[in-house]
């Protein structure tokens, strides 16, 4: 063991004697070659430039020799080609004239030294050096090689070898017992430390080769102490080797010398495994790294030595990793130790990496910025795995604390010490992320969403305050992710069997407003912004996110209204046509707002979208919402609960559907290319009109001619079909009854009303002057006269007969007349057959 002790002294100061002598020889060349340029200059101080003389008398010749070029216009005049020869007496008349202008020679000589430029001649010479060549280069002087580099490690391997040959026969014969031969040892380590100490000044290099070399045996020797010859128990022995890491670390700091505290780093932390005995006690195993960590701590304060901490770092990380990974598959695992050594280590390192910067107030280094970051997340991922396995319950607690340590740290460093906002904002985006994240780990249900909605409107106004770009984007992957949760929220509170108590004033709503706010805040916090900014390939446009925020807003308002008034509705009402009532008016009443809101912007998508959100609602009004009066109508008269809420809103419905007509006119009565000014668009209005005015009038007959059926209303064919199924009877009784009814309004009321329409649209026509509208009045006419005999007249009753003819007939007659009455302002009008549109 003292053999292989002394070869390894020896291979560590021979290699760090030649590196020394190597680079002391490079020294000593560069000053020579900076003397030699220094006496070259001294001694030509004096003289002038000769070139700068021999150039000033080559511009007086060259302008005697080149007045040539003004015979040669007339020798030019004569060759039969006309084009290419122009051409050539210019460049020869304009070359000469830049030749006599510019300075001379130089610019010759720019031109000679760029065909010598070319660099072929370096590649042959680099493959051609042997190892004798290079040598040569490096060490001129042989002589001085010899007797300044290598004699020296020649003698010190030779003096090594005799000593260690020595000792090796020493022991062999018993000559030195154990405890001598550690005291060789260690006075091998303490000559070789004192030769490092004498030359410190004069030769630091070596020096710390010395001083490296010196330590090694010191370790090595009490590490065989304590193993091999049992000389100190394990206590002392570890106390001895926490000395020589100290002593080590105290003297890199008095060199000056980085190298020295990274070998002080790597004994230190190679200490514990030197005097292991196989207990594996944790305890006093982390007390020393956490010891030997502080005293990093402490040369950080005075050195900003980054590798240093880098590798203490990785070290403690690499260690403490491994026992908790075999601590964690035990029986009884140490959760609370684990825990406490994670966060030691975790505020050691936190401290190691700013200490020195808030001490000599500079600036952190990405390295430093990704330590820190690197060690926060390392420390928490221990803690999320600590804890799911002993208290799951307070993770999101200790997410949360965790941000708020962040968020300290940031405080301070800002307020106390000044620190450079990078490091303050990084802390920051730390605090931000494990808010974010505590959240959901602790929470359920919307205060996620209240939480991720508020904080993606604080990184949108952090990074504007900032400048920071990527917390615009952190802002936006915040708001998916709070739209992710709020459509969650709509799923487990409208869609759940748990009821939702409060009407409007329930927590599912209240987040829906919450998230509606936020995704307005951002879109006014973005109002100001119009460039772009980009980070990591990707780019934020604040004008395309600024109309995505607003149109996510107006949706969120539009769906968190619509479900709440649909679930309260159908929960509190009974008939579910009534219930559904509500909802189809929150829903026409957003619509409309919308459109008249897009109907003032100015803009041609936003016109169009305008035009298709008004005939889309007219649409779904006309052929699908006026069919739930109808149906709360026949539940009426089927089970004979009353209910008019679908009748009596369905009087609001008919307003919006007026304000979308008005709104289509005055939007587009002024585009000639618009497709409402079109004559098909006034046949479909005059059939909505028709189609509208027939359904109310069908709607009110039933209201005030239909009463609940009873028991004596049932039908026997009914009672056969449906037997003992007393709703079935009912609804099929009720259907009935409403059939005959409605075939009355269709025979007898449906040609008065289409009479009077007709009449309507005549004298519309002719105030207006419009051609089209007075032919849709006589195509309504006939229809209804068609109508009349072709289908009416038959299985209709007597009175209905009778009136429907007379009050026909006197409609047809006044429109007659008001034709006769008008023809010299209408027909004869020579403007009126020109055809005019209303629109």
Request: aromatic fraction near 14%; include cysteine.
């Amino acid at each position: 063991m003292e053999i292989f002790l002394l070869i390894v002294v020896v291979a560590i100061v021979l290699f760090g004697n030649s590196s020394l002598g190597n680079k002391i020889t490079r020294l000593e060349e560069r000053l020579r070659e900076m003397q030699r340029t220094m006496d070259y200059l001294k001694s030509h101080s004096g003289e002038k430039p000769q070139d700068v003389e021999k150039i000033t008398p080559k511009p007086v010749e060259t302008p005697v020799t080149r007045p040539e070029p003004t015979p040669e216009p007339k020798a030019v005049i004569v060759p039969e080609i006309p084009k290419p020869e122009p051409k050539i007496e210019v460049e020869q008349e304009k070359i000469p004239e830049k030749e006599t202008v510019s300075t001379p020679e130089r610019v010759a000589a720019f031109a000679m030294d760029r065909p010598a430029q070319p660099t072929p001649a370096p590649k042959p010479y680099v493959p051609e050096k042997d190892w004798w060549e290079r040598f040569k280069e490096k060490n001129p002087d042989l002589e001085k090689f010899i007797g300044e580099n290598l004699i020296n490690k020649i003698g010190i391997l030779i003096l090594v070898l005799g000593i260690s040959y020595f000792v090796k026969y020493a022991i062999d014969k018993d000559w030195i017992n154990e405890p001598a031969r550690v005291g060789i040892g260690i006075l091998a380590g303490a000559l070789v430390m004192g030769v490092a100490h004498r030359l410190r000044k004069n030769y630091a290099p070596f020096s710390s080769v010395l001083v490296a070399g010196a330590i090694s045996i010191f370790y090595f020797t009490i590490g065989i102490a304590f193993h091999d010859y049992k000389l100190f128990s394990q206590s002392v022995a570890f106390g001895i080797m926490v000395g020589i890491t100290a002593f080590s670390a105290f003297v890199s700091l008095s060199y000056n010398r980085m190298e020295l505290a990274i070998l002080s780093l790597i004994g230190g932390f190679a200490v514990p495994f030197m005097v292991s005995t196989g207990e594996g006690n944790y305890v006093v195993l982390f007390t020393y790294i956490l010891i030997l960590d502080i005293g990093i701590l402490a040369m950080a304060y005075h050195r900003k030595w980054l590798p240093v901490n880098i590798i203490a770092f990785a070290f403690t990380m690499l260690l403490f990793a491994g026992w908790l990974k075999g601590d964690l598959i035990i029986e009884k695992p140490h959760y609370a130790g684990a825990l406490g050594f994670a966060f030691a280590f975790y505020l050691t390192f936190i401290a190691i990496n700013i200490i020195n910067n808030i001490r000599q107030k500079g600036a952190f280094s990405i390295s430093e910025l990704s330590v820190i970051s690197i060690n926060t997340f390392l420390f928490y991922g221990v803690g999320m795995i600590v804890l799911n396995d002993w208290h799951p319950e307070l993770k999101g607690l200790f997410t949360a604390a965790l941000s708020i340590l962040n968020l300290i740290y940031a405080t301070v460093l800002y307020k106390k010490f000044g620190a450079d906002k990078t490091t303050v904002y990084l802390l920051i985006g730390l605090t931000l992320t494990f808010i974010t994240l505590a959240v959901p780990i602790q929470f359920k249900g919307n205060n996620i969403t209240l939480f991720w909605a508020a904080e993606a409107v604080l990184l949108m106004w952090l990074g504007q305050k900032s400048g920071f770009v990527s917390y615009r984007f952190a802002s936006a992957v915040v708001h998916f992710l709070m739209l992710v949760s709020l459509v969650m929220d709509w799923n487990n509170g409208y869609l759940s069997d748990k009821p939702i108590e409060m009407i409007v004033l329930n927590p599912i709503f209240i987040t829906s407003i919450f998230a509606m706010l936020t995704m307005g805040a951002v879109t006014w916090l973005l109002l100001s912004e119009e460039e772009n900014v980009s980070q990591f390939g990707f780019i934020f446009n604040p004008t395309q996110y600024r109309t995505y925020t607003l149109i996510v807003c107006f949706a969120i308002g539009y769906l968190s209204g619509l479900f709440e008034t649909a679930y309260q509705s159908y929960k509190y009402i009974a008939n579910e046509n009534s219930a559904a009532a509500l909802p189809i008016t929150w829903h026409l009443l957003a619509s409309f707002g919308l459109f008249v809101w897009f109907s003032k912007k100015s803009g041609v998508v936003l016109q169009q979208f305008a035009n298709i959100l008004a005939c889309l609602n007219i649409a779904m009004l006309v052929f699908w919402f006026s069919r739930f009066p109808f149906r709360e109508h026949l539940e009426y008269i089927a089970s004979g609960d009353y209910s008019r809420l679908a009748f009596f809103l369905h009087y609001l419905w008919l307003a919006i559907l007026i304000g979308f007509g008005i709104g289509l006119y005055r939007t587009n009565k002024d585009d000639a290319k618009s497709f409402f000014t079109e004559p098909a668009a006034l046949w479909i209005c005059a059939f909505l009109v028709i189609f509208v005015s027939s359904s109310e009038l069908l709607l009110h007959t039933y209201l005030f001619s239909n009463t609940p059926v009873t028991a004596a209303d049932y039908n026997e064919i009914f009672i056969a079909i449906y037997g003992n199924d007393i709703d079935g009877i009912k609804f099929a009784t009720a259907e009935e009854v409403i059939a005959n009814v409605r075939t009355q309004v269709i025979k007898s009321g449906f040609p008065i009303l289409w009479g009077v329409l007709a009449f309507a649209f005549l004298i519309v026509g002719i105030k207006r002057k419009a051609r089209m509208l007075r032919i849709v009045s006589l195509v309504l006419l006939g229809i209804t006269i068609v109508k009349l005999f072709v289908y009416d007249i038959r299985n209709a009753s007597e009175t209905g007969k009778i009136i429907a003819f007379i009050l026909l007939g006197v409609v047809i007659l006044v429109i007659s007349f008001v034709y006769q009455k008008l023809k010299v302002l209408v027909l004869d009008d020579p403007n009126s057959k020109k055809d005019e549109n209303p629109a």
